[in-house]
């Protein structure tokens, strides 16, 4: 009966521990020792490795310094592990010498070792990976770094990274970047956030037969609310710079954010998103730029005219036209965009050159330009727009822009109808010196620029239209003054369609043939489309004022 209790008992299982405790019993006694002094090695070379910190941190941040020109690095941490051959870096700094605050550059950690996927296939190289740096950038350090006569392939930054880890990089990674500029505002930086990258191949260990064997990955939050993503090769080891080839993606990235260094160009930005995605070439013979599309959804522009102004206006005018002249049809420089979209916009043009200053403007301007590009071969640009001059006058323009070669040459047809002109008094105050009362605006052109030639028409027509606003502040002359304008409206009246038209012809040279399209258009309508506005009105109110 014991016997059969005891076969009924389960037997308590062995577990894995036990199972290894026992066979290391049973292990001979050579086995056993060896094993011993692997183990007590391996804390040795632990526990040493310690005490070589310091000594390689002060090493390190000492050639690391020697290196650079320019900027100075502080690094308070090290940890080097002879076991997995590795080293952490802790709390780097970058500074410029010139500018030392803000740090340009903050890594709280880098961790450096070796590749080990690639020894199987031969190679020894290395493994970056780059924790939560801070790229930082304003506009006295890269006042000083763009005018420093020292070149930035000069300054030593490839000495300085190999001074952290004696293999060459074949593997680099960046988790959680982050990248400020910071202009003449404070308060509107240019900043990437949660930025992850990743470049593999870096050393062409894996060669391929395209021109850029190291894939590379990028994404990151552009100003808090957009998001930018790039995906292409590259090829690190070309020379004299690295060259790239990827592909972008750009949603949502808010434009007020460009605003301080757009208002170089006297441009004001006020709101909108931009949105694009395309390819980009960058490579010693070869520069691509190819916009798929270009969206600026809710755009708000002025450009901005004044006196003070005026002759930066100028120089910054002469510096687009050479740039733009060195681009044209260079060989190894292509830049295109497909289609270019402004949806619901409003662009105006705020002139404080005149007394009193005013602001014309299309408000829900939808436009689409297609083909743009600076070589002849990819043939002429289109553009087509519809809006509300002055808020309310349905307007619709097409045009087509052959590549420039010498000068101007485009068509353009455009029709402004029905506005209100009481929007305009500000205009009519500042070239007329009278305001409306009410009246009905319309305004039709066709332009010809080919060979330096103009031809065309621009014909303005008002309806029911009023001269003078009722204000007892007025002085007696400007009274007399808006009764004569009044007047001169009135013997210009068609007497069938109760309106006052002017019709202003236009051709012969354009005045200097090197000015751009846009200068051409501009000057245009600053001396036909808004004297056309006053249909005669200076010449007769002269002629009546001499008898």
Not at 48 to 58: L, V
Not at 345 to 371: C, M, Q, W
Request: aromatic share 8%; hydrophobic share 40%.
């Amino acid at each position: 009966m014991s016997r059969a209790l005891n076969e009924g008992t389960p037997r308590p299982r062995r577990s894995r521990a036990d199972g290894v405790r026992g066979a290391l019993l049973a292990a001979p006694r050579w086995l056993k020792r060896s094993l011993a002094a692997v183990l007590i090695l391996a804390l040795l070379l632990f526990a040493a490795s310690f005490f070589w910190d310091e000594p390689m941190r002060r090493n390190m941040e000492s050639r690391m310094n020697r290196s650079l020109k320019g900027y100075s690095v502080r690094l308070p941490g090290l940890h080097f592990q002879l076991i997995g051959m590795s080293v952490t870096l802790k709390g780097l700094t970058v500074r410029q010498n010139a500018n030392p605050e803000p740090p340009v550059l903050q890594i709280p950690t880098l961790h450096a070792s070796v590749q080990w996927k690639e020894l199987f296939s031969g190679h020894l190289v290395a493994d970056f990976l780059i924790d939560r740096p801070r790229l930082h950038v304003n506009l006295p350090q890269l006042s000083h770094e763009v005018h420093d006569p020292v070149p930035t392939r000069d300054k030593g930054w490839q000495q300085a990274v190999e001074a952290i880890y004696p293999l060459k990089i074949n593997l680099l990674r960046i988790r959680e970047g982050d990248v400020v500029y910071i202009d003449e505002k404070p308060d509107m930086p240019l900043h990437l956030s949660h930025v992850d990258a990743h470049a593999s191949n870096i050393r062409n260990i894996h060669s391929r037969e395209h021109q850029y064997p190291s894939p590379f990955h990028a994404e990151g939050v552009v100003f808090e609310s957009g998001r930018a993503v790039l995906d292409g090769h590259a090829d690190f080891l070309a020379e004299p710079f690295p060259g790239i080839h990827t592909l972008y993606d750009i949603r949502n990235a808010p434009l007020k954010n460009f605003r301080p260094l757009i208002e170089r160009s006297n441009l004001i930005v006020r709101g909108g998103t931009l949105s694009s995605h395309g390819e980009i070439e960058y490579a010693p013979k070869t520069e691509l730029v190819d916009v798929r599309e270009l969206v600026l959804a809710g755009l708000r522009l002025d450009y901005l005219h004044s006196l003070p102004t005026a002759a930066d206006e100028r120089a910054k005018k002469a510096a687009v036209k050479k740039a733009a002249a060195d681009v044209t049809n260079r060989q190894g420089i292509l830049l295109r965009v497909a289609k270019l979209r402004i949806v619901d916009g409003e662009i105006g043009l705020v002139n404080k050159a005149h007394d009193p200053s005013y602001r014309a403007f299309l408000s829900h301007a939808d436009v689409e330009v297609t083909n743009l590009s600076n070589h002849f071969s990819q043939g002429p640009a289109r553009a087509r727009l519809t809006a509300r001059f002055m808020g309310n006058g349905p307007s619709h323009a097409t045009a087509t822009f052959r590549p420039e070669n010498g000068g101007p040459d485009f068509d353009l047809d455009a029709a402004i109808e029905h506005t209100d002109m009481t929007a305009m008094n500000d205009m009519l105050r500042a070239y007329g010196k009278f305001d409306v009362a009410r009246g009905d605006f319309s305004f039709y052109t066709e332009l010809r620029v080919h060979d330096g030639n103009l031809t065309g028409y621009m014909k303005p027509l008002f309806a029911d239209m009023k001269v003078g606003m009722p204000d007892e502040k007025k002085s007696f002359g400007k009274k007399v003054y808006e009764a004569v304008v009044a007047g001169v409206a009135k013997i210009l009246e068609n007497r069938k369609k109760k309106d006052v038209a002017t019709r202003v012809e236009l051709s012969g040279r354009i005045d200097d043939p090197k000015s751009s399209t846009w200068q051409v258009i501009g000057k245009l309508i600053e001396n036909a489309f808004i004297r056309a506005i006053l249909p005669g009105f200076d010449r007769e109110v002269s002629a009546r004022a001499k008898k």
